[in-house]
Nanobody, 127 residues
Framework: QVQLVESGGGLVQPGGSLRLSCAAS????????IGWFRQAPGKEREGVSC????????YIADSVKGRFTISRDNAKNTVYLQMNSLKPEDTAVYYC????????????????????WGQGTQVTVSS
């Protein structure tokens, strides 16, 4: 059974850090790219970062560039999103999903190309 499970969210003060995990089961990260997305209340879901299958090429959205880093542990079949220097505007539910399309340094595949969405993990940045 294909499944993605996010974890690691929580409440953090501005300037703090969190590491989100996306644990994959039922398939190998060698064959699928993984994307991290977020959705704040009243806003559309937006792409944050993606990591390509096989070569691990990554994309980071401009809004989080220099603060967020995506990585992958193939042995654990898990993708991570390290979030540093968090801001209140980073508050959202964060989701991961998979796609069989390629990730490029300048873009992730479109939202519609992703499936097998996880349940999401809440990140709240507030003092």
């Amino acid at each position: 059974q294909v499944q993605l499970v996010e974890s690691g969210g929580g409440l953090v003060q501005p300037g703090g850090s969190l590491r989100l995990s996306c644990a994959a089961s039922g398939f190998s990260l060698d064959y699928y790219a993984i994307g991290w997305f977020r959705q704040a209340p009243g806003k559309e879901r937006e792409g944050v970062s993606c990591i390509n299958r096989r070569d691990g090429r990554t994309y980071i959205a401009d809004s989080v560039k220099g603060r967020f880093t995506i990585s992958r542990d193939n042995a654990k079949n898990t993708v991570y999103l390290q979030m540093n220097s968090l801001k209140p505007e980073d508050t959202a539910v964060y989701y991961c999903a998979r796609t069989d399309r390629s990730v490029y340094a300048y873009r992730c595949p479109p939202l519609s190309a992703f499936g097998s969405w996880g349940q999401g993990t809440q990140v709240t940045v507030s003092s």
